[in-house]
């Protein structure tokens, strides 16, 4: 068969313009496998009172954290501050104002969404992040090389780097407790710790379910919003409050998972190596083109 | 090759990012004035605290409590190319008592003031109603300079302020009225629900979606709060203008043509809030002639008891309490005390018993049953609904749980009020079946039988517990005692004192399901523990908390929310939970 050679140009431009933008749409990190069987935290900030169990918990828990004293987490005077998740902890319980009523203040527990598209997972280009079919989002410190590019792609700014740390730094985030607990059958210690039992480990559907029947139940108490649900694409865990997220210092996000924006382009760029081979190559021309023009002066 | 290209021109924007952001941050670094800049601010914004500190001590002074009128007029001007003035009205009118309001404000025909500004209004236009503004005020403050008097600004920034938060604009879809309460911010965007907004408009009739966006008003705070015409102030009006109803209210030609061929004397029920057939005295255009004029003309006869000329006197912001209110008259409104509201002979639900005398003591103003009329509901509400009443049908007025103006939904606000949130917080609100029968008894004898709970020696005189221990966390934590006695005594006296209460507080063991809340317990029956329930280990398909779960939010949700003292219901830790002597313990177990 003869083939034209404008038309075998054609082509192979459409073909793999396809290929560079993906044919479908599709991303690597939409790609996973979300399972109905997922596991997930509901976060009912209504009903904590910033008694701060859930962070000595987790201190205890994770002996990679530097060691706290038990008594330092009853100092309240740390609510002056809006702390975040640094390398020393994975999680921070935080104090808000209450619009509603000044005197009761509202106090909401922080750590890793663990997002059901996570970017992080997509940003890392040495594989250091994975998602494991549980739902929890997980670091492997021997592959990372310390680029910090999911610190950079998280739109919770949940990673932590251990900046102090010169030889062997590793970034930080809250593990689900996922090899202390989670695959032991254990809920993670935080949940265990609670004593008001704000948060509630269970399926991910069967979570969902119960914070629309709180808000059906409760109407006044709650902002009709159960955050995580959609946001990014869904997080495992999921938040309740009866006072705006945004108040709640929750970033206001799209529905669309985060690596959908940031992947096209990412991949793009190295696709089958091409586009630095194209650029070697018109860099190559150049220098054979005025070789040529010197040789022939 | 198109890829290679586009890669390529990719490759060469992100490229132009990384210098231009590379650049931009050794700017800022090399360049001294760009920090200094950052500090000056922060300085400034700690000046400002420091300074603001002895106004806000100053709450007696006159000046600190003149609160703006913002001169913006939406409608007129919509977008305004300069901030909004922020008038002190009181400063003004202070500064010219000896002029008096003719400085600023015309007459009617009838010689009375009418509080528009400027005196000569010319609406025909924006500029030309900017102009009449610009005349007023600076024509005035020009002359009162020729006259070497202290005055106020002559040029544009000293009126017009320049605050950024007054050219912030909201925009905020309309929703049906039903969906508002998604109006939380999450749900400022049509995409939230609709993943094609402009499909969803287009099927709803073709409309624009973007139709669907308001422009809100720009965010002016500090303006007066609205005048909360109460019995307290009624009943000032009723004794000086010796019950005088038409000085303020109005009544309907056809109504008082009715009560002239019966030969009454017209009712509470007849005098409406309206002034005439169309201006309303809730509304500040008819209400400022009304009210101000009368003052003025009192104070000019130099009657003895006048009312206030002056925006703060006026606009308060004071809310009454009821306590406050207790000594009070409420209006007199030949209504009788005890009815029996049944709409229909054959209804399917008993007549509902209902003392208005009752319920006027526990309101602030007529207002907050009757709206702005005084008339009976199911004139507007009727039986399936009808335009004057909004639509909503005379069973829905009574039963709506989630409006204020609903019997159901006044008791529900009630109940989550300061003494009955306690146990009602972790109760599901709204009508529950069985309590139909409380209200619908059929019979007015039914209001008599309002019933004052036992005192928990007397029901249980022998089995009652008069403390016990909780030692849940007794590694950690000395036991954490319940005077369970004590609650039971106090619950049991805020019951009685609470109208409300002992109407719909049945059973006599209604506390008890405070707590025990498997429903009200008969006496010789044994307590089920909390422990048969509420295992210690978390069921992942109940939604049953765990034992620690369930007292920690029994216990702390009730001190939470009954507004006690510290000390009589701790809500910290420690309050509970004695720290255990760890060192002691130890030589125990040696």
Redesign the interface.
Known sequence: MHVKRRTFLKQATGLSSLALFGKDGTTEASRLQVSSDQSGVLVDTTLCVGCRSCEKACNEINEDLPRKPAGSFKDESVFENRRRMDYGAYTVVNRYKNDNDLQKPVYAKFQCMHCLYPACVSACIVGAFSREANGAVIYDPWKCIGCRYCMAACPFQVPAYEFSNVLTPQVRKCTFCFDTRLTKGKVPACVQSCPMEVMTFGKRTDLIKQAQAKIKTFPDRYVPHIYGEKEVGGTAWLYLSGIPFTALDFPHLGYHPAPGYTEPIQHAIFKWFLPPLGVYAALGGIMWYLKNKKAQE | ????????I??GC?GICFFLLGRGTTLSSEEGPGEGLIEEVIIEEEDIEITRQPDAVQTGNEESVERAIFISIPDAFEDLDRAPVKFYHDKHALALEKEGCEKCHSRDEENKFLFTFPKERDESSRDALMNSYHDGCIGCHQEMTDGGEKTGPLTCGECHVIEESYHKKEYLPIMPEYYE??R????KDCLACHQDPAKAAEDAGGLDWKSFYVKEQPLLEETWPEVLFDYYIHDKHDKTLEEKCELCHYISPKREKELADEGKEPTCKDWLREIDEEQSLTERETAHPRCINCHLERKDANEEKTGPIYCKDCHTGIERTLEEMADVPRPECEQEEKILIQIEEDARAKGVAFNHKAHQEKTRSCQECHHETLRSCKECHTLTGSDEGDGITLAEAYHEV?SPWSCIGCHETEK?KENCAGCHHLM??GLVESACDTCHTGSLDSLDVAKKLPQPEELFPEDLKDELEINMLENEYKPSPVLHKQIVKKLTDISNENTLASYFHVEETTICAGCHHLGPIEKNQTIAQCSTCHTTR?E??R?T??L???Y??QC??CH?HMGGTEEEMP?D?AGCHKEKDLNQTEAEKQ
């Open positions: 090759m198109k890829n290679t290209w586009t890669a390529l990719l490759m992100i309460v998604l939380d911010t999450y749900h989630s989550q599901e609100s978390k992942p398909e939604e908390p765990t620690l779960g369930a920690h939010q702390l949700g939470k809500q830790c």
